[in-house]
């Protein structure tokens, strides 16, 4: 396994705390604790309470999908752990990475051009949410939610640099035929 260039450990590794500032907002609207939203609608969302389950469960797919972005630039993104049931010691396929990944960064780009856009309109009076805190509660919102906006991005590069480094390990491993010896002299 080649080493990762240290941008891509740092853009792997940023990309996978990306979610966790609007994951714990999410925890702490779902525990009870004041976040800036209309006590009306957390009530009719039953927060806290049975409605609290979907932004604690949101925030942890979204933080475990995050966490396979180390697999980018860590040996496990090359060969599966030994402890996973089918797959476990084998290695990677480098597409069935870089596919889920590169789709991935492609749809989080997108969601977050459309929360940025979202974030801007609200905050600037252009548009008005009943669901969106206001005054401070709504920039304390926003901000937590900035990181999100480049978790799309960073997973790019991150996805890039894995193809690039899987892409030259592949080139520097001889094809081998069948019946066909590599490095003997003819004659």
């Known amino acids: 396994m080649k080493t990762p260039p240290r941008w891509a450990v740092w853009t792997a590794h940023a990309a996978a705390l990306a979610p966790a500032p609007a994951g714990l907002w999410r925890i702490a609207m779902a525990t009870g604790i004041p976040v800036g939203f209309d006590q009306e609608w957390l009530d009719r969302a039953d927060i806290p309470g049975k409605g609290s389950v979907w932004p604690i469960l949101l925030s942890l797919v979204a933080e475990g999908c995050a966490l396979l972005a180390l697999g980018l630039v ?77 978790w799309g991005p960073l997973l790019a ?31």
């Open 74 to 150: 860590r040996p496990w993104g090359e060969r599966a752990p030994r402890w996973i049931p089918f797959i476990g010691g084998r290695t990677v396929r480098p597409y069935a990475a870089i596919v889920p990944a590169a789709t991935a960064s492609v749809l989080l780009t997108a969601f977050g051009v459309a929360f940025a856009l979202k974030i801007v309109r609200v905050l600037g009076g252009a548009d008005a949410d009943p669901n969106f805190p206001e005054g401070t509660a709504a920039v304390v919102m926003s901000l937590t939610y900035v990181p999100m906006l480049v």
């Open 157 to 187: 590069l991150a996805t890039l640099a894995y193809h690039r480094r899987r892409a030259a390990a592949r080139a520097e491993v001889p094809l081998r035929r069948p019946g066909v010896r590599v490095n003997q002299p003819s004659g």
